[in-house]
T-cell receptor, first 112, second 116 residues
């Protein structure tokens, strides 16, 4: 089955700096890669996603890049703000609303 | 649109009892729902895939007889934790898909189960 690895497990940045979280996946059939932000005790919130036919996608301060050949994808957050502090999860699936396999999560802390 | 609710949001039960958690799609029909379990400071682990009108597909290592899943309608799936034990205490989250062509899954708010 699919295996998704995520690094780093914790990330501390200064407000205004950029943050990068990286994931690798194992199943070459995976074609959908969402990123979620989860606050304590809350549901995962989709912040951006990318399909395998696209190499990069951007939404304001958030961007995701995908390298299909290397089987890795990354989340980039620019101009970080304290409210960006949360746990971020990457995930992968074979699309079509099929099951998601989640990475292990990254605790992002944005310090003033 | 695409709202998923869960009930209850929190439940405390005694060891040996059973607990039912409901997952509802409020404004769409969900042919497929997913159940995840999340232990503190850990990731979401898929427990099973629930398809309306058919038996659920359980992930390896998940006990079918302990975690009973029923998806009797296009808007409701239930997870029953039978003979609950303290180690079953966790955050249970469901998600639903709107359409196979729409890759996004919509998550419920989760249910915090505490077994004493």
């Amino acid at each position: 089955g699919e295996n998704v690895e995520q690094h780093p497990s914790t990330l501390s940045v200064q407000e205004g700096d950029s943050a990068v979280i990286k994931c690798t996946y194992s199943d070459s059939a995976s074609n959908y890669f969402p990123w979620y932000k989860q606050e304590l005790g809350k549901r995962p919130q989709l912040i951006i996603d990318i399909r395998s036919n696209v190499g990069e996608k951007k939404d304001q301060r958030i961007a995701v890049t995908l390298n299909k050949t290397a089987k890795h994808f990354s989340l980039h957050i620019t101009e970080t703000q304290p409210e960006d502090s949360a746990v971020y999860f990457c995930a992968a699936s074979t699309g079509g609303g099929n099951k998601l396999t989640f990475g292990t999560g990254t605790q992002l802390k944005v310090e003033l | 649109g695409a709202v998923v609710s869960q009930h209850p949001s929190r439940v405390i039960c005694k060891s040996g009892t059973s607990v039912k958690i409901e997952c509802r799609s409020l404004d769409f029909q969900a042919t497929t729902m997913f159940w995840y379990r999340q232990f503190p400071k850990q990731s979401l682990m898929l427990m099973a895939t629930s398809n309306e009108g058919s038996k659920a597909t359980y992930e390896q290592g998940v006990e079918k007889d302990k975690f009973l899943i029923n998806h009797a309608s296009l808007t409701l799936s239930t997870l029953t934790v039978t003979s609950a034990h303290p180690e079953d205490s966790s955050f249970y989250i469901c998600s639903a898909r709107v359409d196979p062509l729409i890759y996004e899954q919509y998550f419920g708010p989760g249910t915090r189960l505490t077994v004493t």
